[in-house]
């Protein structure tokens, strides 16, 4: 069992900045970002594996960056040119020992309860 506590959401404005923190109970191997608007899928932002190897969604690359400090076993989601289409809930996700990382959901079975990003315009 892995638990998760995201901290770091919040109100901004287009073109502002937020950094999302994850704090997990244990050590995993991939974890990643998803976010759910009202109405929509929720959608995998970003993962990272145990090596560093990252993925992004197309419409965040170049904007935010995931990070992780295994010594901590904290995960980081640095948010930059933040737009309004980027406002959801964000959800920490973590395989723990599984092997493996990919932004779909299905494979990811330790969830964070989730923090609030808004943005406007």
């Known amino acids: 069992q892995v638990q998760l506590v995201e901290s770091g959401g919040g109100s901004v404005q287009t073109g502002g900045s937020l950094r999302l923190s994850c704090a997990a109970s244990g050590a995993s191997n991939c974890m990643g970002w998803f976010r759910q608007a009202p109405g929509k899928e929720r959608e995998g932002v970003a993962v990272i594996g145990s090596d560093g190897t990252t993925s992004y969604v197309d419409s965040v690359k170049g904007r935010f960056t995931i990070s992780r400090d295994n010594a901590k076993n904290t995960l980081y989601l640095q948010m930059n040119s933040l737009k309004p289409e980027d406002s959801a809930m964000y959800y920490c996700?973590?395989?723990?020992?599984?092997?493996?990382?990919?932004?779909?959901?299905?494979?990811?079975?330790?969830w964070g309860q989730g923090t609030q990003v808004t943005v406007s315009s």
């Open positions: 996700a973590s395989r723990g020992s599984s092997i493996g990382c990919a932004r779909v959901r299905s494979i990811f079975a330790y």
